[in-house]
């Protein structure tokens, strides 16, 4: 039984490139949320998911920042024209429920050049 | 605003204690609080969570208690050993929708020896 599976683990991009997060919940999870980490603070969360639905994207950058959960298919976060402070690690989590303990990820940790 | 506060000086004691860690919180009646360990350059591992109903709940060596008059949490660590040694994360969600969990900065434990 597979956990919460996140690519790439590493991801170097130069400013103003595109970066692409990958994450594949755990079987049978059909809520997915992202949480940022920057260092030395804590998760921050961006956008939470539903199969096709985002539900709250509260977190999430109005700007350059944006989210999927396609019907088949990893969920998907992009982000565009990267700067410097989207250097951070990137978390994905998954749960069975809405109101659940959520399993998480080992993160992206992009660096932006 | 919401706040939640965990203790951010690092948490030092000897193998064999009981650690003893505190997350308190403002402005929100939350309906559960959960806690997570979080390893170096490693995601967030789900412990327990506690509801608002309940004043205390255990699991092998941790014990969580939830005051909701408080509005503070405790979480401990009886019989304490060096690979207990992490960063410990509470969380809440604050939506009152159960969409998102907004997590305090984390206490890090070092058990020693």
């Known amino acids: 039984n597979a956990g919460v599976m996140q690519n790439p683990r590493h991801l170097v991009r130069r400013r103003g490139q595109e970066a692409r997060l990958r994450c594949s919940p755990m079987?049978?999870?059909?809520?997915v949320y992202w949480y940022r980490q920057l260092p030395e603070e804590g998760l921050k969360f961006m956008v939470y998911?539903?199969?096709?639905?985002?539900?709250?994207e509260s977190g999430m950058p109005k700007e350059r920042f944006s989210a999927e959960f396609p019907k088949e298919g990893p969920s998907i976060l992009r982000i565009q024209q990267v700067v410097r402070g989207d250097s951070a690690a990137y978390f994905c989590?998954?749960?069975?429920?809405?109101?659940?303990?959520?399993?998480f990820g080992p993160g992206t940790r992009l660096t932006v050049l | 605003s919401q706040k939640i506060e965990q203790n951010s000086e690092a948490l030092n004691i000897q193998e064999g204690k009981t650690a003893t860690l505190t997350c308190n919180y403002t402005?929100?009646?939350?309906?559960?609080l959960q806690w997570y360990r979080q390893d170096p350059g490693r995601g967030p591992v789900f412990l327990l969570l506690?509801?608002?109903?309940?004043k205390e709940k255990r699991k092998e060596r941790l014990k969580v208690t939830f005051d909701t008059t408080l509005k503070q949490s405790l979480f401990h660590i009886t019989a304490s050993q060096p690979a207990d040694s992490a960063t410990y994360l509470c969380?809440?969600?604050?939506?009152?929708?159960?969409?998102?969990?907004?997590f305090g900065t984390g206490t890090r434990l070092q058990v020693t020896l």
């Open positions: 989590a998954s749960s069975p429920r809405r109101d659940n303990e959520q399993f």
């Open positions: 079987k049978g999870h059909s809520h």
């Open positions: 998911l539903q199969k096709e639905n985002i539900i709250d």
């Open positions: 402005n929100y009646s939350p309906a559960y």
């Open positions: 506690i509801r608002e109903n309940e």
């Open positions: 969380a809440l969600d604050i939506s009152g929708t159960a969409s998102k969990l907004t």
